[in-house]
């Protein structure tokens, strides 16, 4: 059985910022709105964004992506 030393338990709480992105693909089907998608996530993870939630809206013509990252301390 394993012990638990309380006294070295440190919990650590985590800080996030947090992004919003409207994306407008009214004039783009098909496979030119998941370009476009795709194009705003990978540039979003390369400066260390994580995509939570997403909404369409607007007859699905527009994207509301909410992205996260840890905020430094």
């Known amino acids: 059985m394993f012990a638990c030393d309380e006294r070295k338990v440190k919990l ?3 800080k996030w910022k947090y992004k919003v992105v409207n994306i407008n693909v009214y004039f783009n089907t098909g496979d030119g709105c998941k370009e476009k998608v795709q ?6 993870a390369k400066e260390g964004w ?15 992506l909410i992205f996260k ?5």
Do not use: G
């Open 12 to 14: 650590q709480i985590m």
């Open 39 to 44: 194009s705003v996530c990978d540039e979003m």
């Open 50 to 64: 994580e995509l939570v939630n997403f909404q369409c809206y607007d007859a699905s013509s527009k994207f509301l």
């Open 69 to 73: 990252r840890e905020l430094n301390a």
